[in-house]
């Protein structure tokens, strides 16, 4: 474990800070999967969807996925791509970062695999930002012919633009900062002393110096040093979103106590879940629907409210999988280990931990037992309390790990084979 660096001093205030812009400026995905893709075939959208999957699953290259995607847009309208990218909203509090670190004195700069170069440079311009690095898109007679180029999309492009704007500017890696969410900016963070995670993936949650969860304001303070500034509170969305994580344990209790089938209860969560992921296509589409659509608004982290969330979707798949797959009383244990130690652990670490895993920046060590505590405790209701301990730890175990799995899932399939195991 390791003390958490946003308590530590920097060494020098950078003088040139690098934004990742899906995921980091602009909600991820938004673009090319809801917007960019309204007028295609559907059969067009599922073939964007799946190379996109199988970039996530790191089976193609980016250059590949992305050529493939934009091939499904030849002979749209460039001005009519331009005007649905428009649409697209920032993220909570960038003009304010933006606007800040330009009365630092700090240069920014934009850097994107994904958006067009004229789309980067729009963006770069509406937050005064310094330096904007996209997608060349071809285009004949205001039409896109399907074909893409530029550094951006090549591998360790990133770095090479990077390198080239420290050339011109003079400046080293101790001069520059990166605020990325995904392995495609791993190239970049040799040539920046102080990497941030934003509410990164497994490999920059492992790699990043820190890591920061919600609004985009919370990596000011440590780009600036004004270290008092860091935030330690709960937010409402925070609070609902794990008010709801934790009442999960309601599901064992219901099986357990009060003689629910949980083959029926599992049906009802699949049919819950498919209404849910009819309502997010839905808002995506610009429809709200009046009771999913609004319990979303108010409990969805920040960069998760204009795009697609599916945080509830691996919650439910993580419940299902787990009534199906183990006898009770070891999937009720199970699921009170998830329910609780999960949603514990992102509570009492936001509120009180100090320490992060040295394996993983986005995790507190306090968080882990106090999630630990409130697992054991749970389980113990359904199976013995050793049981209970062991699979307890087990099940944090996984949840303090940086994985390509969610831990909506890790944590309840690794709690129920441990209990399962043991005599």
């Given at each position: 474990m390791t003390k958490d660096k946003t308590l530590l001093p920097l060494r020098q205030k950078p003088r040139l800070i690098v934004f990742d812009v899906e995921g980091v400026l602009i909600p991820k995905r938004r673009y090319l999967l809801f917007e960019a893709s309204r007028g295609l075939s559907f059969m067009s959208f599922l073939k964007m969807l799946w190379f996109g999957f199988l970039y996530e699953l790191g089976l193609i290259s980016l250059e590949t996925a992305l050529r493939k995607i934009y091939r499904q847009l030849r002979g749209r309208v460039m001005n009519d791509l331009f005007q649905l990218y428009k649409k697209i909203p920032l993220m909570p509090s960038v003009k304010e970062a933006c606007e800040q670190l330009k009365?630092?004195?700090?240069?920014?700069?934009?850097?994107s695999s994904g958006l067009p170069q004229p789309f980067i440079e729009d963006l770069a311009s509406q937050l005064g930002c310094d330096y904007a690095f996209g997608?060349?898109?071809?285009?004949?007679?205001?039409?896109l012919t399907g074909q893409i180029g530029g550094d951006v999309i090549k591998p360790g492009g990133k770095a090479l633009i990077l390198k080239r704007i420290q050339e011109r500017e003079g400046l080293t890696a101790q001069d520059c900062a990166l605020v990325a969410d995904d392995r495609n900016n791993l190239p970049m963070l040799q040539l920046c002393s102080t990497r941030i995670g934003y509410n990164p993936d497994f490999r920059l949650a492992y790699k990043s110096d820190i890591v920061v969860k919600g609004d985009l304001a919370e990596v000011l303070p440590i780009l600036t040093g004004n270290l008092a500034d860091v935030n330690h509170s709960i937010s409402r969305r925070e609070l609902i979103r794990e008010t709801i994580h934790v009442a999960g344990f309601?599901?064992?209790?219901?099986?357990?106590?009060?003689?629910?089938?949980?083959?029926?209860?599992?049906?009802?969560?699949?049919?819950?879940?498919?209404?849910?992921?009819?309502?997010?296509?839905?808002?995506?589409?610009?429809?709200?629907?009046?009771?999913?659509?609004?319990?979303?608004?108010?409990?969805?982290?920040?960069?998760?409210?204009?795009?697609?969330?599916?945080?509830?979707?691996?919650?439910?798949?993580?419940?299902?999988?787990?009534?199906?797959?183990?006898?009770?009383?070891?999937?009720?244990?199970?699921?009170?280990?998830?329910?609780?130690?999960?949603?514990?652990?992102?509570?009492?670490?936001r509120k009180v931990g100090n320490h992060v895993f040295s394996y993983n920046k986005g995790k507190k060590v306090e968080g882990t037992l106090f999630g630990f505590l409130f697992a054991s405790l749970g389980a113990s209701l359904f199976i013995s309390p050793l049981r209970a301990l062991v699979g307890a730890a087990l099940g944090m175990i996984a949840e303090s790990l940086p994985s390509p799995v969610n831990d909506n899932l890790t944590i309840p399939l690794v709690a129920g084979l441990t209990m399962l195991l043991l005599p």
């Open positions: 009365e630092m004195g700090c240069k920014t700069a934009l850097i997608v060349d898109l071809e285009v004949a007679e205001s039409h309601f599901v064992p209790v219901f099986c357990a106590y009060f003689a629910f089938n949980h083959y029926f209860v599992a049906f009802l969560i699949f049919v819950v879940t498919m209404l849910y992921a009819a309502s997010e296509l839905a808002r995506m589409l610009g429809v709200n629907l009046p009771i999913m659509s609004t319990i979303t608004w108010k409990a969805a982290a920040q960069p998760e409210v204009y795009e697609f969330v599916t945080a509830p979707i691996s919650f439910a798949v993580g419940i299902m999988l787990t009534l199906l797959l183990f006898p009770a009383p070891v999937s009720y244990a199970s699921i009170a280990i998830f329910t609780l130690g999960d949603g514990f652990a992102t509570l009492f670490g």
